[in-house]
């Protein structure tokens, strides 16, 4: 299925979490990659985070692949269409190839090496499929020896997930570096009052907001319209 990378409004309220990552896709530019994990709940704004360092990577001249995950996908699509998508070609599904899996490991790490430095955004990966999973696991550790920034979001609250999915998020959050993505403070929130055109008496129309959406990023755009 394609996938169109979201198109956002203005980014406030996360330059803590994205000089994080400015930093990490600086190492990757060096050479030493890392596997980074945007948690939080649905509609917080993980797409959005992960779409402005998308940016960022692009204007430093980084190639950028983006793939979301969806269930029922087919094995390692996700990790194939990130791929394809930064070299700029179509996938094609290793897994559909009928190598082993030490073969397509080695082929996806390849993959990996000749494209970096590269950011691969991995959108919503509590949806791909254990192969992926798995694959992700195996290479977390090998990505600090090449260019390359694994940037995953996943939801903290994801229903339907299965017990060995579950395992296997467990331990792909053991080997990336976390961020933990609340929600938007009430002066974030004033600046996107403000670029809506709306009156806000000393604030006070942010903080309402703040307090009935909790700063969820989708409810607060929601308030907004």
Avoid: C, Q
Wanted: overall charge neutral; aromatic content about 4%.
């Amino acid at each position: 299925m394609k996938y169109t990378r979201p198109v956002a409004g203005r980014f406030v309220g996360r330059a803590r979490e994205l000089a994080f990552l400015v930093r990490a896709l600086d190492d990757a530019a060096e050479g030493s990659g890392a596997l980074v994990r945007l948690a939080g709940e649905p509609g917080v704004g993980k797409t959005r985070l992960a779409g402005e360092l998308a940016r960022v990577a692009r204007a430093r001249g980084l190639r950028v692949g983006w793939a979301k995950a969806w269930a029922g996908s087919a094995p390692l699509a996700v990790v194939d269409e990130a791929l394809a998508s930064a070299r700029g070609h179509v996938a094609a599904v290793s897994a559909e190839r009928g190598a082993s899996r030490e073969a397509l490991r080695e082929d996806v790490h390849a993959r990996v090496a000749a494209a970096a430095p590269v950011v691969l955004v991995l959108d919503d990966v509590h949806e791909a499929d254990l192969d992926s999973l798995g694959l992700l696991t195996w290479l977390a550790p090998r990505l600090r020896t090449i260019g390359a920034l694994a940037l995953m979001t996943e939801r903290t609250v994801a229903a339907g997930t299965s017990p060995e999915a579950s395992r296997r998020l467990a331990e792909l959050a053991r080997l990336a570096t976390t961020l933990a993505l609340g929600g938007l403070d009430a002066p974030a929130i004033g600046e996107l009052v403000s670029e809506a055109d709306l009156t806000d008496d000393g604030g006070r129309l942010a903080e309402a907001i703040h307090r009935a959406t909790r700063g969820n990023a989708l409810f607060v755009e929601g308030v907004l319209r």
